[in-house]
Structure formats: C-alpha cells, structure tokens
C-alpha cells in the first residue's frame, strides 16, 4: 500500500494530454482517450476526474487503478461473456478489440438507492412501483437490497445530457437491440453483477449498482469499455455509515460528496481540491483494487505521456500483429 505521503507528491500541478504520433485519431472521453490502430483500439485511461460529467482535476494513480482492476475483472469474467481485451502493455493503456458499441447504456442495480431524477429511489418516493418496467414491492426504505438484480436501462448520456430512461419494452419495439440479443445482454449482465457481488463480499465491500457497456465483435455479444472500477460501480464498505447515515462509499460518490458540501452541483467554475482530500480519494481507489484483487497495487512512473508511446511503439512492433493473428 502506498503511503499517503507517497500519493501526495505524486499529485499532478498540470493535466497533460497523452500525443500517440503515428496512431489514428483521438477521441477524447471524460476519462480517457481513445486511438484507433488497425481493428483495435488503444484506450488511455488518465488521471482526469469524472464527477458531474466534468473535468474537475486530478487524481493520482486513479487511471492506473481503473486500467488494471477492469483488466482483472476481464479475467474473472470471461467464462459468462467475452470481452474486449487484447492486452494491458502499460499500467494505463488497455488494447481492446474493435467493437461495434450497442446504443444502450446497461445498469445493474442489487440496492434502491441515489438522488439524481432518475434513481431508483426518487423514482420509489413519487410513487413509481414500476420503474423501468420492473415490479418494486411496498415497504422498501433507502439503500435496501432489492429482491434481485434488476437492470435499467439507459440511453448513452452524449454532450454532457443526462441518460434518458428505457424499459425492455422500449429497447425492442424501438429497434435499439432486437429480442434475441437483449434477452443475451440481460443474462450476461445479471451473472457478470453476481459475480463482482460475490468477490466484493469477500473482500468487506458491496456492489451497489454498476454500468455496463455491451457491443459486438464479429458479431458476437461481447463486454467493452471499463467494468466494476470505483468509477463504473457503486461499492459500499459493508456495515460502516458516515456522519449523514449513508453507507461509507468506496467509489467516485466519495468524491462527488465532497463537491456538493462545498455548494458545488456541476455549474460555474468547481472549487479546488486540497491536496489531502486527493490523497484521501486515491488512498480509497487503490484500496478498492487491492481490497478485491487481494493484489499489493504496483504503480507504474509519473508523468505517463511519453512514457505510453514508448512502451505502446514497442508492443506494437513486437507483438500487435501477433495479437490481431489471434484475435
């Protein structure tokens, strides 16, 4: 484990974007930078801040926790669904396959819990029993367990709007995903999020809710993008409750916590993070990584941008083409 000291003087003074000459074009997301190379993709994941779809600043080490624990999840997954992994050459760039993404969003949910329009739990206030097109029992209090896992499904959120809700109904009268491959995508998606329950009760946490992105690959149902990191998941610290009663979080709602009792809700300019409270928020992502991998988190050098292209120009020239051979 890194100690705090260790993680502060590793905090960035500047936000650098990575420059991969020779790759295809960047696309630049809120969390990572995305080139394309032949049929894969080379996915970058910074140290940038998702929270409130905004870049706020950043935090040290996080892209290489999210790069490295969804590489992990990829392994421990595999038997349910395949996914995008070609392979992790760098502490923060994963070679995925090129896929051809569905235009749903997948979001897997074990609790009735959140505060946004949208959540579960609003939704349970004003008296909706069957958001989503899912049938909620009465009695239910904030943060209960749900029956079971039960998927809502979103639109993809594009140019900062908020996801629009969806029933299964929907997906397949509208001919976002036809029957046969949403009734795959629902399957792959209830046993992948019992799985990562699973591991994050062994390791004292619990998995609230998490995103999944599906997409094809040679035509098949295939997991892309990130999967159960502090940024795509919702983890709680089993039995431990902050000040306010809310379950301790291990996840970016620590982060966005601290936004709004600032007074900060996603307009103007976001206040400054203190140094310690960034220590503080990268102490619990490496700890959740290292919490249900049961791995000792190894960091690899700062600042990452020349770094990358060397070592992705020497993957790419060793072993790409023996990669797309076996892909």
Known sequence: MLTQQQILDAIPSVLTDVNLVGFGEKTAGKVRDIYTS??????????RVSAFDRVLGAIPYKG???????????????????????ALPDPNVTIGKEAQPLPVEVIVRGYITGVTSTSLWTLYQQGERQ????????????????????????????????????????????????EALWKQVEEAAVAV??????VAKQAGL????????????????????????????????????????????????????WF?????????TPPIMPPEFVAQVALRYITAYEKLTGAVFEPGEQPYGERIARNLSTYQSHSLDGAKRQA
């Open 38 to 47: 032949g049929d894969h993709r080379i996915l970058i994941t910074t140290d």
């Open 64 to 86: 290489q926790v999210l790069n490295q624990l969804s590489g992990w999840w990829f392994e421990q997954t595999r038997d349910i669904v395949p996914n995008h992994l070609v």
């Open 131 to 178: 958001p989503y097109g899912l049938t909620l029992p009465d009695g239910l209090k904030k943060n209960d367990p749900l029956p079971q896992p039960m998927i809502t499904p979103t639109t993809k959120a594009t140019g900062g709007a908020h996801d629009e809700r969806l029933t299964r109904d929907e997906i397949i009268s509208g001919r976002l995903v036809n």
């Open 193 to 198: 999020f019992q799985r990562g329950q699973a």
């Open 206 to 257: 619990v998995l609230v809710d998490t995103k999944y992105e599906f997409g094809l690959i040679d035509g098949k149902l295939a997991l892309i993008d990130e999967i159960h990191t502090p940024d795509s998941s919702r983890y709680w610290i089993a039995d431990v409750y902050g000040e306010d009663g809310e379950p301790e979080s291990f996840d970016k709602e620590f982060l966005r916590r």
């Open 260 to 268: 709004v009792q600032q007074g900060y809700k996603g307009e103007g």
